[in-house]
């Protein structure tokens, strides 16, 4: 019964500080939000030194226990990749032998498009997939405005035009019905992988095929050191994206894996958001949200950790050993439109 006790108290201790040190933080400027990661992530459940049953998939060579101080397994096997966990050339060798192709997405519409795009496609062009065949697709208002960009070998550029919507809501929203739609008609006949962007972002490190997987998600940068009860999941029972509770927190700036299973991932998320439509009813954020839902329902068989994501403005963290897409500074107040 005392040790009952003992582990109720200590238990109690460890929440009673948690919320404390994330109160601080919220009070405090924004300079020492760092102090986030000293909350403890979860740990991988296999035992120590045991791999993934993966077979003959390259991700069966992944080294859980290079990293001891972070998350490297999920509950349900899928791993969690960081730094020092793979072999860079080893992968980009194992995909090379199955001719893997990849096409990026990226929406860059009204002003968006003068303030990020040639950044993100100069900063793509340096680390994204170089050593595989890639197709970027620039969805745009604009097309006449895309930057003539050079590119490497086996890279190519195709621009669509979307339509102008009068709320950056309904542009990201909508962008899961363009993608599942294009996927459909083109993307599925020369690409087996779908990457899909945010384009206020810059590469700045590898992101390369260790990344690829049949669905594939990232630990939003905010959350992944938070307890589960401080995600912001979409909690009205009105929306086809509540969720009670969830595995982690994803971040949609950043989503893929097959053609296939990204058809189906925006396909599914387009059909929920227009069902809240008909319902008068608007997810908490929006198109993230309903990502959630969908990972949470159909679990990814890889996630990425926030090194494939970052943001600087939170500042140090002793985990984040590598950045490899970082978050462009937010220009909310003279970009985005809303009426």
Known sequence: MSRIIYKAKRLFEFA????????IVYFIPTSVRYLEGIIPMDQCHLAPGEKLKLGDNIDASLDLWSRGDVQTCTTWGAPVIW??????????????????????????????????????????????????PVTY???????????????????????????????????SMMRMRTIAE?????????????????????????????ALGDTVAVLHAYYYHRPHFMYTYDHNPRSRAY????????HAAVFGGSWQSVRNMTRTCYLAIMEDKENQVEALWHDESHLNKYLW?????????????WCGDIGYRADIQKARLLWAKKQYDTLRVTV
């Open 16 to 23: 009673f500080c948690s919320v404390m040190l994330l109160s």
């Open 83 to 132: 730094e020092t966990m793979f072999d860079p050339d080893n992968y980009d060798q194992a995909h090379s032998r199955n001719h893997s192709s990849v096409t990026l997405t990226v929406f860059a519409v009204g002003r968006y498009l003068d303030a990020y795009l040639e950044k993100f496609l100069l900063s793509a062009e340096r680390h994204f997939m170089v050593a595989l």
């Open 137 to 171: 697709y620039v969805f745009t208002d604009m097309p006449e405005k895309v930057p003539n960009i050079a590119l490497g070998a086996r890279r190519s550029l195709k621009v669509i035009r979307v339509p102008t919507y009068s709320r950056w809501q309904d542009i």
């Open 182 to 210: 294009v996927i459909e008609s083109e993307i599925r006949h020369h690409s087996q992988y779908v990457f899909c962007f945010d384009v206020d972002q810059v590469f700045v490190g590898r992101f390369g095929s260790e």
């Open 243 to 250: 969720m009670e509770t969830g595995d982690f927190y994803y």
């Open 297 to 309: 329902v159909h679990k990814p068989s890889k996630v990425l950790s926030p090194e494939y994501c």
